[in-house]
């Protein structure tokens, strides 16, 4: 079954960059895949995604401070955050979209804090 990990949340000032990766045990170069946050006590959403042609998806949200891009040979998927602000603290995930296929994995925590 595919394994999941994400990696690269941690704690960073408001204004601050991160880049998390999501890298999966078998290739994953013909789906589309999505980065899905989830705040507590807020229901888990889609914030970005990109698909196997390379087109990609962004939430109003987060549309012009975060890049979603992949590395086919590392059955990668990264998301470039930037200009990071409180509200997007939150447990970062990664799975298929527009639907999720994928068992979910443990998530990336990211904290946006002064």
């Known amino acids: 079954q595919m394994q999941i990990v994400e990696s690269g949340g941690g704690l960073v000032q408001p204004g601050g960059s991160l880049t998390l990766s999501c890298t999966a045990s078998?290739?994953?170069?013909?789906?589309?895949v999505g980065w899905y946050r989830q705040a507590p006590g807020k229901r888990r959403d889609l914030v970005a995604g990109?698909?196997?042609?390379?087109?990609?998806t962004y939430s109003d949200s987060v549309k012009g401070r975060f890049t979603v891009s992949r590395d086919s040979a590392k059955n990668t998927v990264y998301l470039q955050m930037s200009s990071l602000e409180p509200d997007d603290t939150a447990l970062y995930y990664c799975?298929?979209?527009?639907?999720?296929?994928?068992?979910w994995g443990q998530g990336t925590q990211v904290t946006v804090s002064s």
């Open positions: 078998a290739s994953i170069n013909i789906l589309a």
């Open positions: 990109i698909r196997n042609d390379g087109t990609t």
């Open positions: 799975n298929t979209f527009p639907s999720s296929v994928f068992r």
